[in-house]
């Protein structure tokens, strides 16, 4: 028994977790009781949904430990654990000293414990419980694999998530779907515990919560203005065309498979327009970093006064945005001829602009050194203050 014990603590959360989690199950099924003796709906159990609360108690039960089993033992999400386990003479051949990052037999026990509670509750729902467990699971895996640079796993895993979409009426069909998906997660982890040593540390920087360390790491290597904006700066790249195109696709068949999912619903048109005008403002977001302490080599009445309305080597930077708003004009439009066509029309308009959005907008990094513009400071930024330097 004490073998087991230990064999189990392994992947087990915390202890005031379980307790926790338990007074909870045995709440969900005490409490509905009450509830149907004290105001005798016992003829109507059915249809209130109060017998269900087990069922959805397990299911939260399921998501709280799939996400605990791929955060807690990943190395790229414990900062302190990583950096020591780098230290060490660790290779993915080994087993993890924090415990196993993988699913292991002892995940498939809990579950199975989990399942059959469901089951007891439930029989033709019961199924839910460890898809949720799985999805869970392979969200963190996701997280995981754009931390580690495992973009391709990342890629197709967000790209089959939508199929639950068309498949959610059937567990059992939901089941098979999420399960492939768990595989391709487990096929991306060992790849990503295969090149542990080629981690970099700033990838972790997307983690940190501690202001005062991320007011230290902007002030890192600062001369103050006018020196940092002549000077090259780490930014991050803009993706190739074939990983653009991807990208683009990927936001094309989720807003396909949403669109059609929710298109019936009387709030749906406030819901697009809110995320229309959302997504046009977003569109400026890549084109600000541009217009940030660079300003156009003439100003308005220069240009008016010199018939150069337009300077192609600056304005080049609004191309991005113009042809991204016109895009969602266009598509806008053709939702008032063709409305039985809306999921398609958005999915092809969401394609365009993540196209254009992330691949026609100026790298940061050239347009910095080679732009044709003037360097002024920015916002919040006094031009008279210099960092002294060692």
């Known amino acids: 028994m004490k073998r087991f014990t230990i064999w189990m603590r392994e992947v087990l959360p915390p202890k005031w977790l379980i307790i926790l989690m338990a007074f909870c199950y045995l709440m969900s099924i005490a409490v509905p009781q009450l509830v149907l003796y004290y105001f005798d709906l016992y003829e109507i159990q059915e249809e209130t949904g109060l017998l269900k609360t087990p069922l959805f108690c397990l299911g939260m039960f399921a998501i709280i430990f799939g996400l605990y089993r791929s955060g807690a033992f990943h190395p790229i999400f414990q900062n302190d654990y990583r950096e020591w386990l780098a230290q060490t003479p660790w290779s993915h051949e080994k087993p993890l000293p924090r415990g196993p990052v993988y699913l292991v037999a002892q995940d498939f026990l809990i579950l199975c414990m989990i399942s059959s509670l469901s089951y007891f509750h439930d029989p033709e729902l019961w199924l839910i419980t460890p898809s949720l467990f799985l999805i869970a699971h392979s969200l963190m895996c996701l997280m995981s694999f754009i931390l580690t640079q495992e973009y391709r796993y990342a890629y197709v895993i967000t790209f089959l998530l939508p199929s639950l979409l068309y498949l959610y009426e059937s567990p059992g069909l939901s089941f098979i779907s999420v399960a492939i998906i768990a595989i391709i997660s487990h096929w991306g982890l060992r790849k990503a515990m295969r090149t542990f040593d080629k981690w970099s540390g700033e990838q972790n920087h997307f983690l940190q919560t501690n202001s005062q360390l991320a007011k230290e790491m902007r002030l890192k290597n600062i001369l103050g203005w006018p020196h940092d904006s002549m000077g090259p700066i780490s930014s991050p790249k803009n993706p190739t065309l074939g990983w653009a195109i991807a990208l683009a696709l990927q936001a094309g068949w989720w807003s396909f498979s949403v669109i059609l999912q929710i298109s019936d619903r009387p709030e749906f048109l406030s819901l697009i327009i809110g995320i229309g005008i959302g997504l046009w403002v977003c569109s400026f977001i890549p084109t600000s970093r541009c217009l940030s302490g660079h300003a156009p080599p003439i100003n308005f009445w220069g240009r008016m006064r010199t018939g150069r309305w ?69 916002f919040g930024i006094n031009k008279t203050e210099l960092v002294q330097t060692q």
């Open 310 to 378: 337009i300077i192609p080597s600056y304005d080049k930077i609004f191309l991005s945005p113009l042809v991204v708003s016109c895009c969602l004009t266009l598509a806008t439009c053709m939702t008032l001829y063709f409305p039985q066509s809306l999921a398609i029309i958005f999915g092809v308009a969401a394609t365009f602009y993540v196209f254009f959005t992330i691949y026609f907008t100026p790298d940061l990094d050239e347009w910095r050194l080679t732009g044709n513009h003037r360097i002024h400071p920015g």
